[in-house]
C-alpha cells in the first residue's frame, strides 16, 4: 500500500462486555463489506469470526480474529483491519493484546445491560494504550432498551465524553431507524431482513423538535475541536454544515477527548451500515497516530518511526497462534516501514536474525498469502522460530524496542496428567504450544510431587485449554481439583550477614554480605525493590547485580508453601570478598541463602487472590445472595440500582470460596441472576485460615 493511501486504512477493534453483540455485530460488518456471501450467527455456532470448535459451542468469543476488509464511503474506499475481541474476563489478555496494536476501537454497549463490568475493563485497557474510541449502542429492539441511559451511563461510569452522532427512532419492539443529527436525516430499513434496503427520509415532525435539540448539543460540543467551526458557531450556527460536523467530531474523537455514539439493533440488521460510514469517518487512520516512539536497544535513548514505507522496518507481535495447517502463525503490525516475503528480520529480544518464509493477511482462520506487509498494516508470518508475544521486529542496522504488554499473572491452577502412558509426550508438546500462544497461561512441574500444573486466569480458561488438549493434540487427561495461587510475604525488617563459602581443592567459592530484608515501601507496583547503601571499597560495584539476581530468583520460592514472594525490598549495607575465591556466582548463591535465612526471620504470611465481584438481582433475591457471599467470607461495598430496576451488589471475595459460585447463584435466584468478576489483588490470608492452607499445600508450619 502506498504512503497516500494510508490515511484510508482503519486498525480497529470491536470490544465490549460479554453477550454485548461484539461478534453478531463483526458478522454483519463482514457480510455488509462483501468479505462474506452468508452471515454466521453466534446462536447457532456457525459465526466466521468464532472459528474454535469450542467458541461455536459455548457462543462465546475465546481468540481475537483478525480479518481484512473493505469499505467504500464518500466515493473513497477504505482498508479496514478488524479484530473481534472476547468479552468473557478469563481472556483478558486477548482484548489486552489486541488493544496495544490497534489504532481505534468500537465499544459496543447493549442497550439493556448498559455499561457492565467488562465494559469498564476494556474502556480502561483502551485509555491505557491511548485507543480513540466510538460507541455503538446495540440491541435497540430489545425488551428495556434505553440508549440516553446508556449515554448517561458512559458519562457517569466510564467518564467518557460522550455525544451522540444518532438517536434511535422508537425502542423496544418499535425501533424502526435512526435519526443522523449530522445529516439531518431520518434512516429507516425496510424489514429485518438481511438484504433490507435502507432509505433516507425527511425526519419525522413529532421527533424534529428532539433532533435539533441534540444536534445543537452535538454542535456545542464539537465546535470546540475546530477553529473554523467555532468561527461560524459564535457568528451564525446556521452556516455550520455536515462537513463542518464531521471534521470536528473527528478531531475531537482522535484526540480522544469525544466519544461519538451510534446506535442500531445487529441482530435485526439495522444500523451496521451507518457504523460502517463512522468508522471511516471518525477512527484515526495510522497517519493520524503519527508513528511510534520505542527505545534504542542497549541504552535510553528514545528514538521515532513515522508510518511511511521510506522509513526503517518497525513492528511488534502481538499474537501466535498454533494453526493446524500452517504451524505457528506469528500476528505483528507494522508501524513503519515495511515487511517483505522472502527477506530477513532481526529480533531485538533475542538479537537473531530471522528468515521470513511466507506472509499472509488473515481472514478469520483462513490466510491469503501477500509479497509484503507496509507500515499501518496487520499481517502473520509462518516459520518464525525464537519469537515471543511482545517482541520487536525491525531492521538489523537499525535496531528499536517497542513498548511491550503487561499481562496479569494467573490467579487459578490444576494438575493435570494423561490417561494413557504413551501420551506423557503428546501432553507435554500440547502444554508448551499452547504457552506459547497464551502469555496468561503458565505451565509448571512440582518438584516434589511431580506433578505437571497448568495455570490460567480462572475456571473456563482452563476449561478450554483442557478441551484443546483433547480435541487438537489428541490428549485425555485427568485432572485435579482446583487450587488458587498463593502469594507470600513478610511482615518484618530484618538484618543479617550471610556468607557462602566453598572449597574444593582447586579455586575455591566466597562471598559475603550484610543486607536489610522487609516489606517493599507503600505504593511499590511488586516484585524486588533493591537498594545500594553500600559505602567504601568493601565490597566491589561488580557483585551487586549478581546480588540482586540471586534475591531476584530466590523470591520465586518462599519459605511458607514455596509459592512466589510479591514484593521484597533489599538493601545492601556492606559485604566481603575475597581476591581469588570471589565470583558473579557465588555472591549470586550467597544472596540465595540470605533470602531464605532472613524471610523465615521476618514473620512470614500468605496471600490470596481476591476478586472484584459484580451481581445483578433482581431485588427479592439480593437477601440470598449478600448471605451467601457473607458465608463466602465475601465483602460487600456496595449496592445499586441499575435502570432496569434490578439490584447490583458489589463485593470483595477470595477466589478460593468462588469455585462453582455461578450454578450456586443460579440455584439461590432461580437462574434469574447474572455475575461478573475480575481479578482485583492479592490481600493476606486470615490467621486462622493460613495454619490450614499451609498444612494443606504441605508447607512448613513451624514458621506460623
Known sequence: MSDQDLHLTRNIGIMAHIDAGKTTTTERILYYTGLTHKVGEVHDGSATMDWMVQEQERGITITSAAVTTHWKWQDKIYKINLIDTPGHVDFTAEVERSLRVLDGAVAVFCAVGGVQPQSETVWHQASKYGVPRLAYVNKMDRSGADFFGVVKQMREMLKANSCPVEIPIGQEETFKGVIDLIKMKAIYWQDDSLDSKFFEKEIPAELLGEAKEWRDNLIEKVAEFDDNMMEKYLEDASLITADDILRAVRKGTVSRNLVPVVCGSSFRNKGVQPLLDYICAFLPSPIDIDGVTGLIPGSEKETHRKPSSDEKTSALVFKIAVDPFAGRLIFFRVYSGSV?????????????????????????????????????????????????????????????????????????????????????????????????????????????????????????????????????????????????????????????????????????????????????DPGWKGGLQFIDATKGEALPKIYLPSIEKGFANAMRNGVLIGAPMESLKVTVLDGKDHPVDSDALSFEVC???????????????????????????????????????????????????????AKIVKANVPLAEMFGYVTALRTITSGRATSSMTYKCHAEVAKQLERQIVEEQGGNIALL
Request: aromatic share 4%; net charge negative.
Open 591 to 645: 544472596a540465595t541463602g540470605a533470602f531464605r535465612n532472613a524471610c523465615l526471620k521476618a514473620a512470614p504470611g500468605l496471600m490470596e487472590p481476591i476478586m472484584s465481584l459484580e451481581v445483578v438481582t433482581p431485588e427479592e433475591s439480593m437477601g440470598n445472595v449478600i448471605g451467601d457471599l457473607n458465608k463466602r467470607r465475601g465483602q460487600v461495598e456496595g449496592m445499586e440500582t441499575n435502570h432496569s430496576g
Open 340 to 520: 517483505k516475503a522472502g527477506s530477513y528480520i532481526f529480533n531485538t529480544r533475542s538479537g537473531k536474525k530471522e528468515r521470513v518464509s511466507r506472509l499472509f493477511q488473515m481472514y478469520s482462520k483462513k490466510q491469503i498469502q501477500v509479497d509484503e506487509v507496509s507500515a499501518g498494516d496487520i499481517g502473520a508470518v509462518v516459520a518464525l522460530k525464537d519469537i515471543r508475544t511482545g517482541d520487536t521486529l525491525c531492521d538489523e542496522d537499525a535496531p528499536i524496542v517497542l513498548e511491550s504488554m503487561d499481562f496479569p499473572d494467573p490467579v487459578i491452577s490444576i494438575a493435570v496428567e494423561p490417561k494413557t502412558e504413551k501420551d506423557i509426550s503428546k501432553l507435554a508438546d500440547g502444554l508448551s504450544r499452547l504457552a506459547e500462544e497464551d502469555p496468561t497461561f503458565t505451565v509448571k512441574v512440582d518438584e516434589e510431587s511431580g506433578q505437571t500444573l497448568i495455570s490460567g486466569m480462572g475456571e473456563l480458561h482452563l476449561d478450554i485449554i483442557i478441551d484443546r488438549l483433547r480435541r487438537e493434540f489428541g490428549v485425555e487427561c485427568n485432572q485435579g481439583r482446583p487450587q488458587v495461587s498463593y502469594k507470600e510475604s513478610i511482615s518484618k525488617t530484618v538484618r543479617l550477614r550471610e556468607e557462602y563459602k566453598k572449597q574444593t581443592g582447586g579455586k575455591g567459592h566466597y562471598a559475603c554480605i550484610e543486607v536489610e530484608v522487609g516489606p517493599a
